[in-house]
C-alpha cells in the first residue's frame, strides 16, 4: 500500500482532532423542580413586578448553591415550558453581592469560590402556574 502526502495530512488531521475533541469539558446541567409561590409585588428594576417565584435548593434544601470546581459561568433557565402569555425572569444574586437578571434566562460568570441563589420570578398574570405548582429550574455550569 503506497500512502502519498495527502494521505499523511488527513491522518495527521484525524489524530490532532480527535486529540483536541478530548479535551472538551462537558458543561455540568441540573434540572430541578420547585414549587411556585404565588405573591404580588410591585417593584421597579430587575425583576421588577412580579406575581411569584420558584427558588431553586442545593442538596441540604438551603437557597446558597455552589457551583463545581473550575466553573466560569453559570446559565440559568426556565424549563418550566408554560405556553403563551406566560413570561418569567431569571435572577442570580451572589453572595459577594452581585446580580444578573434576564428575561427566561441569564448567563452569569462564576466561580466555586462563592455561591449563588438562583430565582425564576413569573411576570405574568396567573395561572399558570398555580400555588405550589413544580416550575423546572434548570442550572448549567461551564468550564
Known sequence: MKINKTS???CATIIILGGLIGFVVPAKS???????TADTVSGSGCPGSYTGVAKMTNSTGAYWITPPANTSSGTLTDASGFGSPYTSVA????KTGFSW?????????ATNTTSYELYIYVKSPLPPPTNGQPMNLQITWQQ
Not at 91 to 94: I, P, T
Not at 102 to 109: G, K, L
Open 101 to 109: 437578571c434576564e428575561t427566561n434566562t441569564v448567563t452569569f460568570p
Open 8 to 10: 499523511k495530512i488527513i
Open 91 to 94: 435572577y442570580v444574586k451572589s
Open 30 to 36: 441540573q434540572s430541578q423542580l420547585d414549587p411556585f
